[in-house]
């Protein structure tokens, strides 16, 4: 039986996105038209089986399962006849004019649109069912994947499907959440099993027919270029088909991968000197610490009442600065792209991408097309955390396709990962509080000093006495009302790359001020939640929130001796997230017994996968302030792979994780990143409560090791 | 020209004897569960069994372990009680690192029907998650040797 297809568009409610209905043929039938599958959001199947292209990419937050549990709740089927996808970049999936997954926007940003696509999707198949059985739409529902009117089924999803494809299409609301099925319920991951079986086709793993591999060979130091390139003994490497040369480095292509590492690790290549040669770890820190002094460059960010008279006329001063490193993002699949010329003279590119247009336009420059050239297929993620939102790697690897001219593989080895960075920016700061005579916090100035990470990672970067957000995020908008309050931020540049990452500006800036505000604790005397809640007094929510951590945190009840808990409470990404750590230390290593997390997003979608993502968060949370850190060195980044950048291990994670969620009828927040920020501070509060000690600077081990 | 046992099939490879494992099964044999991660084995996403062991295949030549039988995550059975546990906990976030874990769990369960947690630390220790999926890995241990996690 051959179906022809027919796709039916129409703008929903508010036309901000396009839901199509594709009516596919049986297995095995003859295809009788074209379609083009990546502009709609739906394809319904005659065996009623649905596609769903979600605007996200799958890394392991989890929202590609919340989307298709949306999706089956709203049209009325079991969760496993909708599979996921993600499609190219086009219109219906774009957001502010482009396609990306950041922000923790996953499912805040589609809740809302993806159930009225469901909710249209199920609403145009009733009204045909309901028209080809004579019946009113209002009798008619669908329910476990049949259509029904009453008691009894009217005809299989499928055959809706068939039907609704040439009838008018229609618009329909969504349910009522309380009536869903998979949403809000320990609905399992779509994507689990396979991961289990060793199945996904990771970037890493994907192949075309006659493709070669090609390993970079890249600057150590930051915009280096080649001087000169001996490619003789990379040559000699058996399988060695070649060495491309392209600005900043070459690549080795051979027909295997190992035999293109290996050919890597024989070419010789002489790097011309640049004007960063010697920059140093301590060079980028004392700069930053020289910026906390200098007033007449300080950027405003926000300023509540006059925040210098205040703190002229408290009763007591506290005072700290602080300082974090560079850090890396290490996902586990070192990046690598796939790229194929096409006959039409463009090209076809598979790699992990979190923003597709910023990748296919990239592409398209370098190679001189029209994006519409070029067609760019997001595959299973090994990880991202703000590392796959950019496009760094990709003009190498398009030049390097060009020149192949076969599909090529271009994939950097992990000391490339590691080492040619795109890293979290470092950041001192300096936090300054007026306390009057009742130790009542009645002024807070917070200076931020350090690299712009909008001037590196933004195409446009940042103009000069503009505040780059994410070096006050957090600040900006935080829940606290400390009396007169100013946030500044002094620029001081480096060539270091940076990138968004995970949870960004709350990384640092969280773990600034809750750090501090455990300082001006102890130097009110004042119990650091108590002191909390009284900075947080007006909002009921956040004392909620605070309130729940505290009390299933077991705060301030008796610890053994040599263990201490540390609190902190970070608002980002639309939620409102506090934990509490309990830790020790024992032969100077950093021991975490416990945490426990209360978390406010207003709406639970995957409540496993949220908590899972909480789980990765406090881990890489712990991780960064523990352990985390690059040394710059005669300009490069010195640490090149996991022997030298130490990310936590399982010897190293909590016993304990605890997350409790807290839901209500405000705006949906975000979970992929609000998690971490919070984790950070509660440890290091954790210790400053054990050793009496601060941590003003990061990683805590570094700090150790030096005491 | 190796000889190896792959998932119960016997291979002979090609790949020179000096090649690492982790390559000969990727570019030659065409088993991709098994990861580059770091290619020094600090990481443990390319873990696989070596005569029932664990080992990270991407710091052993071939050449080195000829004759030997070799299960990757493509070898486990379907109803394997470490992946079943995998699945129950729900323990994978973006996955890449997972064949490893479960490869290096085998090993364990292998040698210690049922570990505790500083067992099961120091057995894990090799393999790292950048998602963080430490804690559900231990409770999925404990869930496939018939523990209360």
């Not at chain 1, 329910?143 to 089924?153: A, E, P, S, T």
């Amino acid at each position: 039986m051959t179906i022809a297809l027919d796709r039916r568009g129409f703008l929903a409610a508010g036309g901000a996105f396009t839901l199509s209905f594709v009516v596919a043929p049986q297995a095995g039938a003859q295809q009788a038209g074209a379609t083009s599958p990546w502009t709609a959001y739906l394809t319904i199947g005659t065996d009623g089986r649905i596609a769903l292209m979600s605007p996200t990419t799958e890394m392991g937050q989890g929202t590609h399962t919340a989307h298709a549990a949306i999706i089956a709740d709203e049209i009325g089927v079991p969760l496993n006849w909708v599979k996921v996808d993600t499609p190219m970049p086009s219109d219906p999936f774009r957001r502010g004019g482009s396609m990306g997954s950041g922000g923790s926007a996953g499912v805040r940003a589609w809740w809302d649109p993806l159930r009225k696509v469901g909710a249209s999707a199920r609403q145009s198949l009733i009204n045909a069912a309901a028209a080809q059985a004579g019946a009113p739409a209002a009798e008619v529902s669908i329910q476990d994947g049949q259509v029904r009117r009453g008691g009894k089924v009217l005809m299989p999803l499928g055959e809706a499907a068939r039907l609704a494809a040439t009838a008018p299409p229609a618009e329909g609301t969504p349910r009522d959440p309380a009536t869903y099925r998979y949403v809000g319920k320990q609905t399992p991951r779509v994507d689990i099993p396979a991961k289990v079986r060793g199945e996904p086709v990771f970037s890493q793993d994907f192949t075309r027919p006659g493709m070669v591999y090609a390993c970079a060979v890249l600057s150590p130091v930051w915009t280096g270029l080649a001087r000169q390139i001996n490619e003789a003994p990379a040559l000699a490497v058996k399988g060695v088909q070649r060495v491309v040369t392209f600005p900043g480095g070459a690549a080795v292509i051979a027909g295997t991968q190992w035999a293109a590492m290996k050919g890597a690790a024989a070419l010789e290549v002489s790097w011309a000197s640049t004007a960063y040669d010697g920059l140093s770890s301590a060079a980028i820190s004392a700069a930053m610490l020289a910026g906390l002094d200098k007033d007449g460059e300080a950027l405003q960010a926000r300023a509540d009442g006059d925040a210098a008279a205040a703190l002229s006329g408290a009763a007591r001063i506290v005072e700290a600065d602080y300082e974090v490193p560079y850090i890396a993002h290490t996902p586990m699949e070192p990046w690598n792209v796939t790229i194929e010329t096409t006959a039409d003279g463009g090209l076809e590119i598979w790699g992990p991408f979190q923003t597709q247009d910023r990748n296919r336009n990239t592409a398209a420059r370098v190679a001189g097309l029209d994006p519409s050239k070029v067609k760019l297929h997001t595959l299973m993620l090994g990880g991202g955390f703000g590392r796959r939102l950019g496009d760094d790697g990709l003009p190498a690897a398009v030049l390097t396709a060009l020149a192949v001219k076969k599909p090529v593989k271009f994939f950097w080895r992990r000391e490339d990962e590691i080492g040619q960075g795109y890293y979290r920016p470092a950041q001192v700061a300096r936090l300054r509080a007026g306390l009057d005579a009742a130790g009542k916090v009645v002024a807070l100035h917070v200076r931020t000093a350090g690299p712009s990470m909008r001037q590196s990672f933004s195409p446009a970067g940042l103009p000069k006495g503009e505040v780059d957000g994410s070096s006050v995020q957090t600040l900006t908008d935080t829940l606290y009302r400390p009396g007169a309050y100013r946030v500044d931020w002094v620029r001081v540049d480096q060539v270091v790359p940076m990138a968004p990452w995970r949870a960004v500006g709350a990384t640092q800036n969280g773990y600034f001020m809750e750090s501090f505000l455990d300082d001006v604790a102890k130097a009110a005397g004042k119990d650091p939640v108590a002191l909390r809640r009284e900075l947080l007094a007006h909002d009921p929510r956040a004392l909620k929130v605070i309130d729940r951590a505290a009390q299933e945190g077991d705060w301030g009840k008796p610890l053994p001796a040599g263990r201490a808990r540390g609190f902190a409470f970070v608002y980002s990404y639309g939620s409102l997230c506090a934990q509490v750590v309990e830790a020790s230390l024992e032969n100077g290593e950093v021991k975490v017994h416990r945490v426990t997390c209360a978390i406010d997003c207003a709406r639970v979608v995957t409540p496993d996968g949220a908590r899972n993502q909480m789980e990765g968060g406090i881990v890489q949370g712990l991780s960064s302030a523990l352990f985390e850190g690059i040394e710059v060195g005669n300009g490069a980044c010195e640490n090149r792979n996991f022997d030298s950048y130490r990310i936590m291990r399982i010897n190293e994670a909590p016993a304990v994780i605890e997350t409790h969620f807290i839901e209500n009828d405000q705006v949906i927040g975000g979970i992929g990143e609000p998690g971490l920020p919070p984790a950070t501070p509660a440890l290091v509060n954790a210790l400053f409560a054990l050793t009496g000690k601060p941590i003003r600077k990061l990683p805590i081990m570094a700090q150790l090791a030096n005491a | 020209m190796t000889r190896l046992t792959v998932n119960g099939k016997p291979v002979t490879v090609a790949s020179e004897p000096d090649t690492p494992l982790l390559w000969v099964l990727r570019d030659e044999l065409d088993l991709k569960g098994a990861k580059y991660g770091c290619g020094i084995a600090q990481c443990g996403a390319c873990t696989v069994l070596v005569g029932g062991q664990p080992v990270r295949s991407c710091s052993l030549a071939v050449g080195d372990i000829a004759g030997s039988a070799v299960t990757t995550i493509e070898g486990l059975p379907r109803d394997d009680a470490v992946q079943k546990a995998w699945i129950a906990l729900q323990v994978p976030q973006c996955g890449f690192c997972q064949p490893g874990q479960i490869m290096s769990a085998k090993g364990l369960l292998a040698e210690t029907a049922k570990p505790d947690d500083a067992a099961i630390d120091a057995a894990m220790a090799g393999n790292l998650c950048r998602c963080g999926t430490y804690l559900r890995i231990r409770a999925a241990i404990k869930l496939a040797s018939g523990q209360a996690a």
